[in-house]
């Protein structure tokens, strides 16, 4: 039901992201596929497309990922897939320009998550499709490889209770948590105890939701952390909301 301010430019139909902005409550960032980076400024009525003055951020780039500090005003920072790369790209004035910080090695991968320290803007995690499990803590003028994955990355979630505790996931679905900020990890793909929990729709393809699926889709749809209950973990698939109260020890499949 959202309205394009930007003249002659339709509103985007491949959306993958929406940020807040804690210094404006009003400000809603949004990621597009193919159609570059849109902000609202009044919680969503109206959207107009982002035109960055320096160049850097394509009007035509897919954006994945939209950090926004919750330090520093102003600070922004944006993983993207524009001119055969994934790319991080940051603006110091709330997008109105941004600089080039960051590209992938290879073509054809982009950059799908990315994650500002809430005490420190100068210090980002990003996650790329090549794997790659990556921090800097100067801004992105440097960067330090924490870990290269062998599958390509979708998301990177840091418990706001435990800021040692991470989770990634990957493009596959695989669910991967460290509780030592990164110095070992662990598999946590869900499998769901044999349970009677009642009518279901869809149907489930089996106990195990990651099963039956094709390399091609991304299961894992979505992964939050209770915000009240640093145990609690929901993770939204193509077959289901699933929970787990335990960190991702054991899951339950949710009836909605």
């Not at 491949?14 to 404006?24: D, H, K, P």
């Not at 609202?40 to 107009?48: I, T």
């Not at 330090?71 to 940051?90: K, M, N």
Request: glycine content about 10%; charged content about 20%.
């Amino acid at each position: 039901s959202s309205k394009s301010d930007s003249e002659g430019v339709p509103f985007p139909s491949s959306v993958t992201v929406i940020t807040t902005n804690r210094f404006r409550p009003n400000d809603l960032y949004l990621g597009t596929i193919g159609e570059g980076l849109w902000k609202s400024e009044n919680l969503g009525a109206s959207w107009r497309k982002v035109v960055d003055a320096g160049g850097a951020l394509d009007p035509n780039a897919a954006v994945y990922a939209i950090a926004v500090s919750s330090s520093d005003e102003g600070i922004i920072y944006v993983g993207v897939a524009e001119r055969a790369r994934g790319r991080v790209l940051r603006s110091e004035n709330g997008g109105t320009v941004f600089e080039e910080v960051y590209a992938t090695s290879e073509e054809g991968v982009g950059v799908f998550d990315a994650y500002v320290n809430p005490t420190d803007s100068r210090n980002v995690t990003i996650v790329t499709g090549q794997g790659g499990l990556l921090n800097s803590d100067d801004g992105g003028r440097t960067w330090m490889v924490k870990k290269w994955f062998s599958e390509s990355l979708a998301r990177y979630i840091v418990n706001p209770s435990r800021p040692s505790e991470w989770y990634v996931v990957a493009a596959s679905g695989n669910i991967m948590k460290t509780i030592d900020g990164g110095a070992h990890w662990e598999n946590i793909n869900p499998v769901i105890e044999n349970k009677d929990i009642g009518i279901q729709y869809p149907p489930p393809l089996s106990l195990n939701p990651f099963s039956g699926l094709s390399d091609s889709k991304q299961n894992v749809r979505a992964f939050e952390i209770d915000i009240h209950n640093a145990d609690v973990v929901y993770a939204g698939t193509q077959e289901g909301l699933l929970r787990s109260a335990s960190g991702g020890l054991k899951w339950e499949r949710m009836n909605v």
